[in-house]
């Protein structure tokens, strides 16, 4: 997020407000923070597109040391503020960050990671005034407070280098082409999602709920700062809270994902009509597919305000639908609008409408895993042509596509395949459900069985009897293959605030592995 001019524009403006303390920092105030970050790395030696990295929650300087990266050509990793101390040296080992970004909230984390980061050289901390720190480690705002305010002499355009969230394997560094060019001209990707959503228009205010360290609500927050509208930053996600917000602020803009649509229709119908929601005009969702029934209790409640998308970080193309295509079109994440399409077989030939297969894209810019020219092989095609994140779907006559599942999450029993998203999608809006997941587990006679994990809401008892009711529910639903053989029932279900499950954690359990990659939520 570079505001350039609108810094001086919309100077006495809040580029963003913390939702939780009100405390505002305007657009004039941004762009000062916003150079002599810039200033700094400079002054430590990073040029254009070397690394650092910024690991911290939500809080009033996420931003801007995001934005002294894309000025200072420069790429900047987001690491995930949920990570163990070996996960986050992973990722800035990897990422070959030489500066680190963190806050107070995070050092006992940063300490131990660092020792496994012999080339990491600096680690400004926020929210650290006045503590004693370790070697390598200084105060964020007494340090760049001794820099200018001012532009450095070599701006340039930088970008952020995203990791997977590592719920299939190892977190993998999305490193996309950074030209050199000014930091106000933008890649075109960002032109054209900001033009999609509406973020060009005037008197924005955009609500913002997720981690920041996401590529989704930081592109979005980006949108935001760049065509002078105000943020509304949550440290963390409440049903209750984003409602109040809306209505505090009025709220024109959001971005969400379906677990945020659960829990808030998990809320009492006196709590869901507290607050006036009219001046929320979009709703954008995506990251995962919602329940179709999720969905359109939320239009029910809500209004043709809901507009959901499909893409990655990687940024090979995008799909997109607005409320009325949804409703035409019940379950789709949209129509292709950026990159070129193919759903094709494990032999690479094209498939029939209504058939699912591999989702594979002819990108719209190049992109590769950083530091791992063998997951970057994996993802392309033997010519180079086509791209994939091995998401399964299909397309129907119109061109609107419809997400199965991913195909690492595909179960095999007994020679059939059996995505287990349909099975999640019915089980997360049941009434006596908070949170559920669906996934193969062992069995020696078909390979593989399903299994259900289920959380259950606060109040509700996990034992045979809800087993029975959910089963039988289940049967009303889906073939028999398809419905779990048990039912499991666990306090709480692993997913970031992003709204990621991380299913490897509860599939590993059943498959002998006492250790994973991923961190326990």
């Not at 179709?292 to 959901?308: F, L, N, T």
């Not at 997360?428 to 559920?436: E, W």
Request: net charge negative; proline share 6%; glycine share 6%.
């Amino acid at each position: 997020m570079y505001p350039g001019e609108l810094g001086k524009k919309y100077a006495n403006r809040p580029a963003f407000i913390m939702a939780s303390t009100g405390k505002e920092v305007t657009y004039a105030e941004f762009e000062c923070r916003a150079n002599q970050l810039a200033h700094y790395l400079r002054s430590v030696n990073l040029q254009f597109k070397d690394h650092y990295a910024i690991f911290m929650e939500n809080n009033e300087r996420f931003l801007e040391a995001n934005s002294a990266g894309e000025r200072a050509g420069l790429y900047y990793t987001c690491i995930n503020s949920y990570l163990t101390a070996n996960e986050v040296s992973y990722i800035i080992n990897n990422s070959e960050s030489q500066v680190l970004i963190t806050s107070f909230k995070m050092l006992p984390t940063v300490i131990e990671a660092e020792k496994s980061c012999p080339n990491l050289r600096k680690v400004l901390v926020v929210g650290a005034e006045n503590q004693t720190l370790p070697e390598k480690m200084s105060d964020y705002k007494e340090t760049i407070s001794r820099f200018s305010t001012d532009p450095i002499g070599d701006e340039c355009l930088g970008t952020s280098m995203l990791y997977s969230s590592g719920t299939t394997g190892r977190p993998k560094g999305i490193l996309r082409a950074l030209p050199f060019q000014k930091p106000d001209e933008r890649l075109p990707v960002f032109n054209f999602l900001m033009k999609l959503w509406s973020f060009d228009q005037d008197n924005v205010i955009y609500l913002s709920p997720a981690p920041l360290y996401h590529s989704a609500p930081l592109a979005a927050a980006s949108f935001a700062i760049s065509t002078g509208a105000t943020t509304i930053i949550m440290e963390q996600f409440d049903p209750l809270e984003f409602l109040s917000l809306v209505e505090k602020y009025k709220v024109t803009h959001s971005q969400l994902v379906p677990t945020m649509f659960s829990r808030m229709l998990k809320l009492s119908e006196k709590e869901k009509t507290m607050y006036d929601l009219s001046s929320h005009k979009y709703a954008i969702h995506g990251a995962a597919p919602c329940p179709e029934k999720v969905k359109r209790q939320m239009i029910d409640w809500w209004g043709p305000i809901i507009y959901e998308y499909y893409g990655a970080t990687e940024a090979f193309g995008f799909a997109y639908c607005n409320t009325q295509e949804w409703l035409e079109h019940p379950g789709t994440v949209g129509k292709m609008v950026s990159g070129e399409l193919a759903v094709l077989d494990d032999n690479m030939k094209e498939l029939p409408l209504g058939e699912p297969g591999t989702l594979w894209f002819k990108p719209t810019s190049e992109f590769e895993y950083f530091n791992d020219t063998e997951r970057t092989s994996e993802a392309y095609s033997k010519d180079k042509k086509l791209t994939t994140v091995w998401d399964v779907g299909y397309t129907d006559g119109e061109g609107f596509l419809y997400l199965t599942d991913r195909k690492t999450f595909m179960i095999i029993s007994g020679g059939v395949n059996i995505y287990p998203q349909e099975c999640e999608d019915l089980l997360i809006p049941h009434p006596k459900v908070f949170d559920a997941a669906v996934f193969g587990v062992p069995n020696d006679d078909l390979g593989e069985e399903v299994k259900a994990v289920v959380q259950p809401i606060k109040g509700i008892e996990g034992d045979g009897e809800l087993t029975k009711e959910l089963l039988d529910y289940l049967s009303q639903h889906l073939s028999r293959q398809k419905i779990p053989r048990s039912i499991d029932y666990i306090d709480q279900i692993p997913r970031l605030p992003t709204g990621k499950l991380y299913k490897r954690l509860l599939r590993d359990k059943y498959w002998g592995k006492d250790s994973s990659n991923i961190i326990k939520n």
